[in-house]
């Protein structure tokens, strides 16, 4: 059974600085891993989408990448801002379609 | 519609009442999940639909829960006697047939005394 670890689980950040929130799962036969934003009261946001034959995506500030022989992620959020304050969860497909989440790191950027 | 509803977006039942909650995905999206998501934890899979077929229910955790999609659009996810262990977000998300990002509803915080 594919098992999903984030660390840190809470993670306080002054504005500017850029942050890396790590992603480890146990099973490397995944079919993609995403990263998701959830804000506090509200449904997720999918915010990157790596195929499993794919090494790293990009978009504006956020950099995530998939190391699956390691069997790591990271996503790399760069000059912070209190707006990207929420919790961020990494979650894997394998064969079925379902995804398995990570317990998620909330992030807090302080102005 | 523009995204994902859920309703209600808040529930409280009584220990042993019966309650019903309303998924409405986006328009023309054929792939249907829920979700259940324990305060400090990930969403946890529960069923998965592809038109109104159930694929796949192996994370239904009990068969006091029970989920249908008749027409292929609107989902409802129907929890039968309910526990205080219940309690928690369900949340639903569609895609399209050869999507593989998801789109989440707000969820619904249901809440069992």
């Known amino acids: 059974k594919q098992e999903v670890t984030q660390i840190p689980a809470a993670l306080s950040v002054p504005e500017g600085e850029n942050l890396v929130l790590n992603c480890s799962f146990t099973?490397?036969?995944?079919?993609?891993l995403q990263w998701f934003r959830q804000d506090p009261g509200k449904g997720l946001t999918s915010l990157l989408l790596?195929?499993?034959?794919?090494r790293e995506q990009t978009s504006g500030r956020l950099n995530a990448s998939l190391d699956k022989s390691s069997g790591r992620s990271t996503l790399y959020i760069a000059a912070s801002q209190p707006g990207d304050s929420a919790t961020y969860l990494c979650?894997?497909?394998?064969?079925?379609?379902?995804?398995?989440f990570g317990s998620g790191t909330q992030l807090t950027v302080l102005p | 519609g523009a995204g994902v509803s859920q309703s209600p977006r808040y529930k409280v039942a009584k220990r042993g009442q019966d309650v019903a909650l309303r998924c409405d995905p986006i328009?023309?999206?054929?792939?249907l999940f829920w979700y259940q998501q324990a305060l400090g934890q990930g969403p946890e899979f529960l069923t998965y639909?592809?038109?109104?077929?159930?694929?796949?229910k192996s994370g239904l955790p009990s068969d006091r829960f029970f989920a249908e999609r008749p027409e292929g659009s609107v989902s409802t996810l129907k929890i039968q006697r309910t526990q205080q262990e219940d309690s928690a977000v369900y949340l639903c998300a569609s895609s399209t047939v050869r999507g593989e990002k998801l789109f989440f509803g707000s969820g619904t915080q249901l809440s069992v005394l």
């Open positions: 639909f592809q038109n109104e077929a159930q694929l796949d």
């Open positions: 099973d490397s036969a995944i079919y993609n």
């Open positions: 328009s023309g999206h054929v792939s």
């Open positions: 790596i195929q499993s034959s794919q």
């Open positions: 979650a894997l497909s394998g064969s079925a379609r379902q995804l398995t």
